[in-house]
């Protein structure tokens, strides 16, 4: 029993209590949060509260074991997140991320703006608890995180970090409240019917025109009868892939860039679904054609790239057509299906589709890896170069005496090593479920870092007058910059109340608000829009933080 006692004693600051505190909080916290309220989950945030609850019965950590432990865990989290986002975040901002992510950062803009209004005119003038306000309001934790990193820098003190995490402790169960209620509140202005926004997604999802395409095609046209692939390529004008083609004598074949078509020709052709119009207008009729069923010994299949060798190897490199006898019609990229054209760069994980002979597949299928055990295999040395590289970077005086910071630089560079690493011959795919155990496990030592530091002041900080200041406070920095984003979204952009929904959960980059939204609406439009906001928005969300502790502090 003693041994026991000595290990729940509080104020224990031994390995093995520190250990068993860890390990309680984070358990309690992760089970804790699965429990759901009004059908929403706080989820691993509840590691937070528990341990400001052990940190309030007299629970404590030494001091340097704390602040290792709070610094590497945030450094897993960001790169992981990081590396998470990267993909993504450039693609943002093409055309059809463009507006999305306007109106994301007008959101985040007039976050700051009230906090300064706050600030300067309000009845709170510590920047630290208001800066954990503003993280809790809009539920974003690397933002506590980078501030929290940023302002121990700066006063070398744990005083102000401790103040921050109590504020974004008393801010946050209302910020999750704030975001799906912010929803309520612009279906109510506008008058939506969900059934009829779902009904819309769905139609435009049926004719989308983003993805691959499969139509088949007969050779009408007296000017192509002759004409190889290649000029064929000259005439359209636009990236598509003929996969097969059945001749006047039903013989399916594999057609190379130098394959002749003549008039009756039956050609699958795979391309974007706006040029079909093109291929029926210069080439022929469309057709029913039922391609699986045909006898022929040209076969289907999905070849996963596992090869480190060929991470950043452009498609028209391998040489298919001429090495192989094989057509790649399309390569599937995190669940993303991509036209295969010769300049897409491969990445490892990718699903390519070829089409051939069994004989010829099974030859690229050998050089390539297709081995989903070499894909469980986790690329520590990447992680390992790449959160070196944040530090150092993280270091540097970019100016006005801001430094990125642990926070920052590590994020910086996993997004930069998930788009660019292959150039360095650097292999950044991470399996799904590694991705996310790093990500829970960086996460978790966080928070229950922060959460044990903050609990022996967190009564006297909170429950009074200025905590209340804080619930309110935060309240408003939630509601009111996603509503007047959720009108002009809805009456200005015409926004569908779909999207509009995960626009308001990435925003706030808040996975409880997805999941709500997810659940209502049975659509997946909701993630999409939330895929698209959530890169961009978490970089700003972490950079607004730090700068408002550099500026203000």
Known sequence: MDIFTNLLMP???????????????????????????FGVSLGVTFVLFVGILMGHFGYIVDDAILKFVREFGL??????????????????????????????????????????????????????????????????????????????????????????????????????????LSMFVIKGIFRIKTDEEIKKIEEEQEDSRLKPFLLTIKVSNQLVDGMTLVKLHDVV?????????????????????????????????????????????????????????????????????????????????????????????????????????PSLRLQMGDRITVVGNLEDIERLADRLGNSMK???????????????????????????????????GPLVVAILLSRFGYKAKLVTYTSSSASLLLRELGICLFLASVGIAAGKDFAASVFNTTGMWWVIWG?????????IVGCIARGHDKINFLTIMGLMSGGCTDPPALAYANNSTGNDAPAVAYSTVYPLTMFLRVVAAQALILCLA
């Open 237 to 341: 004008q636009t990236n598509f892939v003929v996969s097969r083609i059945m001749g006047s004598d039903n013989v399916v074949t594999i057609p190379k860039s130098t394959t002749e078509i003549h008039i009756g020709d039956l050609l699958l052709i795979v391309c974007s679904a706006q040029d079909a119009d093109r291929f029926k207008a210069v080439i022929g009729s469309e057709v029913e054609m039922d391609w699986e069923s045909t006898p022929t010994p040209v076969f289907s299949r999905r070849i996963v790239v596992t090869k480190s060798e060929y991470n950043g190897v452009s498609l028209g490199s391998l040489r298919l057509h001429n090495g192989y006898k094989l057509n790649c019609t399309r390569v599937n990229r995190a669940g993303v299906d991509l036209l295969a054209s």
């Open 475 to 483: 309240f408003v920095i939630t509601v009111v910059p996603l509503i």
């Open 11 to 37: 104020g224990n600051t031994s390995i093995a209590a520190t250990l068993v505190l860890y390990s309680f909080v984070i358990a309690a916290g992760i089970y804790i949060g699965k429990m759901k309220i």
């Open 374 to 408: 070499r894909l469980n295999q986790p690329n520590l040395i990447t992680i390992f170069v790449g959160i070196i590289l944040g530090i150092v970077l993280g270091s540097i005086d970019i100016g006005f005496g801001m430094k990125l910071g642990l926070a920052g």
């Open 75 to 180: 450094i897993l989290f960001i790169f992981s997140i990081g590396l998470q986002v990267g993909p993504g975040f450039f693609s943002s901002f093409k055309k059809g991320g463009m507006r999305l992510n306007a109106l994301a950062v007008t959101a985040i803009a007039l976050n700051v703006a009230i906090v300064l209004c706050i600030y300067y005119f309000g009845n709170i003038n510590d920047i630290s608890a208001l800066v954990g306000v503003m993280s809790g309001a809009v539920t974003n934790t690397p933002g506590l995180a980078a501030a929290q990193q940023t302002i121990s820098q700066m006063t070398q003190s744990a005083e102000e970090a401790n103040l921050m995490a109590s504020g974004y402790a008393a801010a946050y169960p209302l910020g999750v409240v704030g975001i799906i």
